[in-house]
Each structure stands twice: as C-alpha cells, then as structure tokens.
C-alpha cells in the first residue's frame, strides 16, 4: 500500500526552479511535522528541511538554506519543497516523510522519491 507519493521532479539547468509535492494518504499534513531528504548518486540520504506541526517552524540544511522553501496545503493535503537557484550539487532524488530535523535520517520512513537533476 502506498503511504507517500513524490512527484515534480525533472531536468532543470543551474538557476533554474522545480516544485516538489508530497502526498501522504495515511494521515493529514496538518497534523504531523514532516520534513524532505535527498540522496545523491552514490551518497547517503541527507536531511534538507523540515516543517513542524501546523507549520509553526521551518528549518533547513546549510546546503539549501535560502534558496530551498519547505510549505503545506493542508486543503490539499500536500507537502511541498519549492527549490530556486537550483546547483548541479542538488542533484538527487528526493523523498518526504514524518519527522523533524536531520534525526529523521535514522528513523524516516520514505515514499518512493522523485529525480532531480541540474546539469547545463
């Protein structure tokens, strides 16, 4: 049974933007803190941003801190992570779950993810 479902993934060239969307159909977005991590080609998953319950707070990794923006519709259900100023270093796939903060890297369960690539 499918939990989370990534999607908004692509080809992009550095600069350039991508909105990533998440819809978990378990339970509500509004309810659970939730956060997005990445695993690049031969890497480990790195934690990117979290969203707390409500979407009170919002934290981000160094690496995307500024360029990255972690939001919810609760109407809809849905996790968002738009990303700006995309850099061929962000390429990866992406994957949400429940959780704040970089912890969620030892204890997240994930959906499938969706690909992203910056390349020129």
């Known amino acids: 049974e499918v939990q989370l479902v990534e999607s908004g993934g692509g080809s992009v060239q550095p600069g350039g933007s991508l909105r990533l969307s998440c819809v978990p159909s378990?339970?509500?977005?509004?309810?659970?803190?939730m956060s997005w991590v990445r695993q690049a080609p031969g890497e480990g998953l790195e934690w990117v941003s979290s969203?707390?319950?409500?979407?009170?707070?919002?934290s981000y990794a160094d690496s995307v801190k500024g360029r990255f923006t972690i939001l919810e519709d609760n109407a809809k259900n849905t996790l968002y992570l738009q990303m700006d100023s995309l850099k061929p270093e962000d390429t990866a796939v992406y994957f949400c779950?429940?959780?704040?903060?970089?912890?969620?890297?030892?204890?997240?369960?994930w959906g499938q993810g969706t690909r992203v690539t910056v390349s020129s």
């Open positions: 378990a339970f509500s977005v509004s309810d659970s803190s």
């Open positions: 779950g429940r959780g704040y903060g970089s912890g969620v890297l030892t204890s997240g369960s």
């Open positions: 969203i707390s319950i409500g979407g009170i707070s919002t």
